[in-house]
């Protein structure tokens, strides 16, 4: 009985009780402060696998920029829930524990039967199919088997010692073309919000 | 303490449930931004399948680098889902000046 596994415990109990009171709040304020919560306690599932930095970013990002924005444009448009209808379908919420028992029972099975602590990792792949081809035999001078072929020394030695060197040593010289067409996605959804929620004047 | 199996089955079992509650939430939810917030929901569930792995890739396969690439696909994911809140909420924002409410069962003008 740690005290990581009773850390453990509470958050993935704080983002299971968190997501199903997302679904079944009725108040859609409720909704998006349940689904916080939920966010919270998933960055502190990332901390307790040692994932600091995607932590940091669930929370920053995730919970404190993308949530507050759905909660102006609730509070914007004073958005509700509409009224339950007598047309309503009255399984509901039947159909919806059923769904959900099924849809994990078939994963989760899977999931529990497999063997997770072996695998072949990428860079294992690439060295064992090196060998197929040169034959196990280094045939060309200076071939080494170094597996981050694309990461290059930086200029300086300043940053290599911090946390983040090797997350953003891989994001901009590997993951770099993603990363622009980020940023041009960024652009483009920024102009297409504005010019989505113009007001349109009455000509003339 | 490296993630060990149990942790890892442990948190895919839990990003599962929280999958399926979002999908079961998107099927039954009447209101737009309820719909947004239950796809919100899909792509937390999938962050914390990509964490988990990148952790066990880390600490019990003994791979870094895998680690890392786990890491930047769930930046990328929260980026794109910052672009697509901002490009529906704009998109909420003209249907409500549309129709007084999101109920999208009343948003029936393109069907045939």
Redo the contacts between chains.
């Keep these: 009985m740690?005290l990581?596994l009773v850390l453990?415990c509470l958050f993935?109990a704080m983002?299971?009780v968190s997501?199903?009171c997302?679904?079944t709040s009725k108040n859609?304020v409720h909704?998006?402060l349940f689904?916080v919560v939920?966010?919270v306690a998933?960055a502190g599932?990332?901390l307790?696998?040692?994932?600091e930095?995607?932590a940091v970013?669930?929370v920053f990002?995730?919970a404190g920029?993308?949530m507050v924005?759905?909660l102006f444009?609730?509070m914007?448009?004073n958005?509700?829930?509409?009224d339950s209808l007598p047309s309503d379908?009255k399984g509901?919420t039947f159909l919806?524990v059923a769904?959900?028992v099924v849809?994990?029972g078939l994963?989760?099975f899977g999931?529990?039967i497999s063997r997770?602590?072996v695998?072949v990792?990428?860079?294992d792949a690439k060295a064992v199919s090196m060998e197929q081809q040169t034959g196990g035999q280094n045939l060309e001078a200076g071939m080494t088997e170094d597996?981050?072929e694309g990461a290059k020394e930086p200029a300086s030695d300043a940053g290599t010692r911090s946390v983040f060197y090797?997350?953003a040593n891989?994001?901009l010289v590997d993951?770099l073309l993603?990363f622009e067409l980020?940023s041009i996605?960024?652009l483009?959804?920024?102009v297409?919000?504005?010019v989505?929620?113009r007001?349109m004047l009455p000509k003339g | 303490?490296?993630?060990e199996?149990f942790?890892?089955?442990?948190?895919?079992?839990?990003a599962?449930?929280?999958?399926?509650?979002?999908?079961?939430?998107f099927?039954?939810?009447?209101?737009a931004?309820?719909l947004?917030?239950?796809i919100?929901?899909m792509l937390?569930a999938a962050?914390?399948a990509f964490?988990?792995f990148?952790?066990?890739?880390?600490?019990?396969?003994h791979?870094?680098?895998?680690?890392?690439?786990g890491?930047?696909f769930?930046?990328?994911i929260?980026?794109?889902?910052?672009?697509?809140?901002?490009?529906g909420?704009?998109?909420?924002?003209?249907l409500?000046?549309r129709q007084q409410?999101?109920?999208v069962?009343e948003m029936v003008s393109l069907q045939g």
Aim: proline share 4%; glycine share 6%.
């Design positions: 740690t990581h453990y993935f983002a299971a997501a199903v997302v679904v859609t909704s998006a689904l939920t966010m998933l599932n990332f307790l696998m040692h994932q930095l995607m970013i669930q990002v995730y920029a993308i924005l759905f444009v609730i914007l448009l958005l509700r829930e509409p379908f509901r919806g769904l959900t849809f994990v994963i989760g999931v529990l997770w602590d695998g990792s990428v860079n597996a981050d090797p997350f891989r994001l993951y993603p980020m996605l960024l483009v959804a920024m297409g919000a504005v989505v929620s007001r | 303490m490296p993630i199996p942790y890892l089955q442990a948190n895919l079992l839990l599962v449930f929280i999958f399926a509650v979002g999908i079961v939430g099927l039954f939810k009447r209101s931004i309820s947004f917030m239950c919100e929901l937390n962050n914390l964490v988990t990148a952790s066990h890739q880390a600490f019990w396969l791979n870094p680098e895998a680690a890392l690439d890491g930047i769930v930046l990328f929260i980026t794109i889902a910052a672009a697509e809140a901002g490009v909420l704009a998109i909420f924002i003209s409500f000046r409410n999101i109920n069962d």
